[in-house]
Nanobody
């Protein structure tokens, strides 16, 4: 059974930083492309960043230069380092694992950027 468990969300002031973690189980983690998505109230879920098994990365234009995705295959964990956070980054952040036709989602973690 695949499980993706996110952690690290919370309330942070504009300009602050947070690091999200997503621990995976039930999959051969190293061969999966891992991603972070977010969904703000009233908006569609959108891709934030993704990283392949060979650590190639891709970012949404809105987070380039501020967010960094990384993975530790020894710990079956993917991270999202978020710096220079803005109020518009407020959303529920979801971890995603995908390989071929198989996809799994985490339960989400809330990130709120507010003064």
């Amino acid at each position: 059974q695949v499980q993706l468990v996110e952690s690290g969300g919370g309330l942070v002031q504009p300009g602050g930083s947070l690091r999200l973690s997503c621990a995976a189980s039930g999959i051969i983690f190293s061969i999966y492309t891992m991603g972070w998505y977010r969904q703000a109230p009233g908006k569609q879920r959108e891709l934030v960043a993704k990283i392949t098994g060979s650590s190639s990365t891709n970012y949404a234009d809105s987070v380039k230069g501020r967010f960094t995705i990384s993975r530790d295959n020894a710990k079956d964990t993917v991270y999202l380092q978020m710096n220079s956070l803005k109020p518009e980054d407020t959303a529920v952040y979801y971890c995603n694992a995908v390989r071929a036709l198989h996809q799994a989602w985490g339960q989400g973690t809330q990130v709120t950027v507010s003064s």
